[in-house]
């Protein structure tokens, strides 16, 4: 209890639950896919397949995506978002190392050392990271949204995007792959502040604190709506352009550094914290960037695109 | 002064310092051994050679690799071992980077991450290194040497490098790697430990507490001299038999590890440290060692036998 703060414990179980889910997932449905092609004769396209061996996943609410999304998204409510937003690069190492045991696909050298990597640097981000702030009501949340520093980061956003959606995605969005995947990022880093404002709202509901009778609730979901459905859009033009292992490095180190200075402003995660310590979380980040990018570029993830969509949006 | 404890800092700067000396020392050897090439049309031999753009560096004493053994030498009597040690993989940043732009060999993205995680992994390991104990006599260094912890230590090394030596090396050393760099690594992190208490007395003979007067100073000499001639008798038939791409990095690892397993005991490095600081220094340093790592398997060194025994030493 020593080396994670007692307040994060159940965000970082949670975080760890849901990448577990989410990395399986990948290695459930591609072997479904080969299972199909193999018996069709013909490649399957990117459909859920049934797969006999794990019927267990194979209904709609068991689906292990849907299971890892909400886990990741409750963590958020449990956790700040600074150390739930790169622990969800941990999913790449189940499926990486799954699929080395399930799917004979043999995980090289440089493969081995992008996972002690993403395991080390996370180590080090989940003991750094700062405590979650007890939060008893929503409009305390709505306080924190409305300062005027992240009302300054939203508005940048807002004019980044449109910028981005409106000059350049016409022009450029087919040649350059930062313009769908800066569109994504920068709605994620919205979706994620937003979602952890609806996460601690429903949190406080079940606790017998309704929060659904405050219209800021109700505004935070809107939100939520508004930033997935721009975010998934983008995603999805993003992964129909350009390869998935362009797209999935270059859009993780885009969305979660993104998502972090979102969080720094907005819940002011850094302000009790010794220098030792944010300089240390920072190094565990970067590390997790590293490890991320070398098990993308060693290692081809032939990820279908409805997939990976969900599995980081958030 | 927060982030680093204000013992280790001269510690610190002397590490860096000796980094960047080895470092740039072997791109000035091979620049010279290029231009030796180039004027005389055959390949120069592994000596020493003239290079009229840095001619300051050009007589013995200011020979950059000497300088930088020096100022390595130093920083053990100023800082604790685990930090020093894992600082050493600086060096293979500082020479990859001037090879960038001195020798025009491409530093590959996976080489880029390579050094970015080496800087991580380093900035971790000195924030939570264990403050540098003050010592005030050599006789303080011998009560730790001839500790019950410490002596297993040193009579398991002595046990295993006689077993390698006399019953692996004539057999299996010139077909498997880990015989010749297991001797050099064991012997290693005695030379390490010897030189620290040496580089210790010395410093409080300068500051005027006379520590020549012990018979425990001229052991502790007589040890470094032992093991350092051992270690690096070692090390040459390691390069001469195998790759100098495949010996570094395993030597490395492993002399580093083991390094920092006998600082541990005898110094008692982590004993007040807490948890956190000591899993955060662990991850820092197996970053490191992946960086390390990740260069030496994307980057093609050739090094020359000579600097790299002189390097790797301490």
Known sequence: ?????KENLTGVLLALVSSGFIGASFIIKKKGLKKAAATSGV???YSWVKFDNLR???CGLLDPVIVGEVANFVAYAFAPAVLVTPLGALSIIVSAILAHFLLNEKLHAQGVVGCVMCIAGSVVVVI???EEHPINSVLQLWNMATQPGFLFYVAS????VFILVFLYAPQYGNSNVLVFTGICSLMGSLSVMSVKALGTALKLTFEGKNQLLYSETWFFTFVVA???ITQMNYLNKALDTFNTAIVS???YVMFTSLTILASVIMFKDWADQNAGNVISEICGFIVVLSGTILLHTTKD???SSSFKGSHIVL
Chains 1, 2 share one sequence.
């Open 249 to 251: 490095p270059i859009y």
């Open 1 to 5: 209890m020593d080396v994670i703060a």
């Open 128 to 130: 750094h990271a700062p």
């Open 226 to 228: 508004i930033c997935v």
């Open 157 to 160: 956003v807002i004019v980044l």
């Open 56 to 58: 267990v996943f194979d």
């Open 301 to 303: 993830f032939e990820r």
């Open 43 to 45: 490649r399957a396209g």
